[in-house]
């Protein structure tokens, strides 16, 4: 019987973020999965979120030369739909999940896929933390001066509230979060659409200004120095393209066929943000917005255009507006919390950085990815004291990174298979003006914004990296230590005689169960070295005194496996076969065995329920496990191992159970 401690701990578990969901349950990947139109409220909200920073960055970047945004603007929905065509290319080829993390490992090296990972991770991290800080600008814009003094400590209540509701799952979130992303779609659309049907007659009056402005500014800088005014504010807009790429990110969370639900999503975000992107920067030429203290640019324009209103109609439309565009934003870091945590949970799939972080909850959710990337967030949101403009620099220019790799790997792709591929030619091209355009921007951003904090986020971000090199190098020698263990499989699987102390030597018949004879329940994580190493120091240190042996295998359903219900039936599958030949070997030596799985996210819990069925067949019953024991015990070791058995020790001593634990040194 669990503890009372325990079991209200349980209950403020559940109520918080729900009761535990069965990852064998077929219909749950139907349930997490996304169609289009959640997937555009929950990635594609990243990217139309950032019309809400964005254009205002690009339009005062031009320094008062109002009229050049309309060439700005030009180039951001081009580069838009450009950007989306090399990532659609990009599903394409990896229709299970083309994130910059993969693409980059795959077409160029594992290497080189783990710096784009790390800065997709960080662009993650500032996605949660930029989204948020804005949306909390944009409440603010709402409130007398004297109150901005609050406005960090708001930003941290959203983040930790948005934490919650990603501990309780994709979906839910989105759901409860679309109304408010919806009224954001309406009243933005409907004052772009209002400032171009309003200033209709005025067109040939913008467009004689654009050819004065544009004049104006030859004479003042130079040709070559109008050109870099308006390439600066092109590139001072990158925030603008940082949403793009996370649905190829994403493409797990997507509902089958994912590889079309994601074009179809990209299309969705693709025109909604051009549109809103450059129609906002229009809005701006017309009522030639001007920032003010406190008050983010679209709040000033739509003060600007509800002016001629009534009182009560402007201040309630600009009330609904802009709490909506906050929502957006707050939407929009749901990016992070769905595809941070991918990442890192793939990167440490890969040896990259602690296994740990591709565990899931019961919950279904990598609820320690979505724990770092809240933690981090809230550092690099207390670093910048929510400063939207200082966490935009540090956020473009990571995003790139992971777009340059992207898109150089896809260019090398079909230049390699130039004579398989049929239209390599236009796949390249596509890629490659891709490329280009995204070296262009973060070359830009490093030049123009180095000393704005670039610096910082090439040092978090190589900081980042170092450490996965260090984690990496730590685990391939792991592997060198654990290769003397795993050489016992292969005698054992070559080996037709009993080997064991105290074997049969001659098999006649198949070993039948005795209950009155010793049971040993034997803890294996595979039919690999340190599961045989355990049984023989079993054997070793109690002689023959067990004739039973149970083997005991929790399948862990991780996020390397929980990408669809084949993926857990194969997991099935893999432990189903791993029991079975320790079984197999068993019975050659005599022995009475049997096998016993579960598949869960907790191997403590699995077991835990497991264990009374056992022990009701089997009375007595002594369980064992194995546990690696390094030359050095450190911090690091513990982060970086498992150390499920003592924990899974204490579990079955309150129980009554013996467990014991036998160490394996290496």
């Known amino acids: 019987m669990e503890p009372k401690a325990s079991s209200l701990s349980q209950r403020i578990k559940k109520l918080v973020i729900g009761k535990s969901r069965n990852p064998q349950d077929s219909r749950i990947f139907h349930k997490l999965s996304l169609i289009a139109f959640f997937a555009w409220i929950g990635l594609g909200a990243d990217g139309l979120s950032s019309s809400c920073y964005g254009p205002q960055e690009a339009f005062l970047a031009l320094n008062g030369h109002i009229y050049l945004s309309v060439f700005v603007a030009l180039g951001t929905v081009i580069t838009i739909f450009i950007i989306t065509a090399s990532y659609s290319q990009i599903v394409e080829l990896f229709p299970h999940g083309g994130g910059g993390y993969l693409v980059a490992s795959k077409l160029l090296s594992p290497g080189v896929g783990m710096v784009s990972g790390c800065a997709l991770l960080i662009d993650y991290v500032l996605t949660i933390a930029v989204s948020i800080a804005s949306g909390a600008d944009a409440i603010f814009s709402l409130l007398p001066i004297e ?53 209709a007659p005025a067109f040939s009056a913008v467009i004689n200004s654009t050819k004065l402005d ?17 390439m600066r504010a092109y590139s001072m807009g990158a925030g603008t393209y940082t949403g793009i790429e996370a649905v190829s990110n994403s493409i797990p969370v997507l509902r089958e066929p994912k590889a079309q639900t994601a074009k179809h999503t990209m299309r969705y975000m693709a025109i909604s943000l051009a549109f809103v992107a450059m129609g906002l920067m229009l809005a701006y030429i017309f009522y030639n917005a001007k920032l003010e203290p406190g008050k983010t640019l679209n709040a000033i324009l739509f003060q600007s255009a509800t002016q001629t209103w009534s009182g009560q109609q402007a201040y309630t439309f600009i009330l609904i507006a802009l709490i909506s565009e906050a929502a957006l934003l707050f939407v929009a870091a749901q990016t992070g919390f769905i595809g941070g945590p991918g990442v890192l949970a793939n990167m440490a799939t890969d040896r990259w950085f602690p296994t740990r972080f591709s565990m899931l909850s019961d919950r279904l959710v990598t609820q320690n990815g979505i724990l770092i990337m809240s ?13 939207v403009r200082f966490l935009i620099v540090l956020y473009s220019i990571n995003v790139f990174i992971t777009f340059i790799l992207s898109q150089f790997g896809m260019v090398r792709h079909w230049w390699e298979y130039r004579k398989k591929v049929k239209d390599w030619l236009k796949k390249l091209c596509v890629n490659g003006v891709g490329l280009i355009l995204t070296s262009f921007i973060l070359i830009s951003m490093l030049v123009v914004k180095f000393n704005e904090g670039g610096w910082l986020t090439l040092l978090i971000t190589g900081t980042l990296v170092i450490l996965a090199l260090l984690v990496k190098r730590h685990y391939r020698a792991t592997q060198v230590l654990l290769h003397r263990l795993n050489s016992l499989v292969a005698a054992v699987e070559t080996s037709d005689q009993n080997i064991l102390p105290g074997a049969q030597r001659e098999i006649k018949t198949e070993p039948v169960f005795n209950p009155e004879a010793k049971t040993a329940v034997l803890m294996v994580n595979g039919f690999n070295g340190m599961g045989l190493h355990t049984l023989f120091g079993i054997l070793r240190l109690f002689g023959a005194s067990f ?80 546990q690696l024991i390094f030359p050095k015990d450190s911090f690091m070791l513990r982060l970086l191992h498992n150390y499920t058995v003592f924990t899974l020790q204490k579990r079955l001593y309150r129980e009554g159970i013996p467990f014991v634990i036998l160490p394996i040194r290496v």
């Open 547 to 626: 004739k039973n042996f149970i083997f005991l295998q929790v399948g862990v359903v991780d996020a390397g496996n929980f990408k669809g219900a084949q993926e857990v039936e194969h997991l099935e599958t893999s432990v189903e076969k791993s029991i079975a030949s320790y079984v197999d070997f068993m019975k050659k030596q005599g022995y009475y065995a049997e096998g016993i799985y579960a598949l869960g996210v907790d191997v403590v819990e699995e077991v835990t329920k497991i264990s009374p069925r056992i022990l009701e067949r089997f009375p007595g019953a002594v369980f064992f496990g194995g």
């Open 147 to 199: 109150w901005h003094a609050y406005r960090l400590e708001f930003a941290i209540f959203i983040l930790l509230a948005l934490m919650i509701l990603n501990m309780r799952g994709v979906k839910e979130s989105i759901l409860i979060l679309m109304p408010i992303f919806l009224v954001f779609i309406l009243t933005h659309v409907f004052i772009i659409g209002y400032a171009l049907f309003t200033h």
């Open 375 to 387: 933690g981090l967030a809230l550092a690099l949101m207390l670093l910048a004291q929510g400063s």
């Open 214 to 230: 544009l004049k104006d500014t030859v004479s003042q800088l130079g040709v070559f120095g109008m050109l870099f005014l308006i």
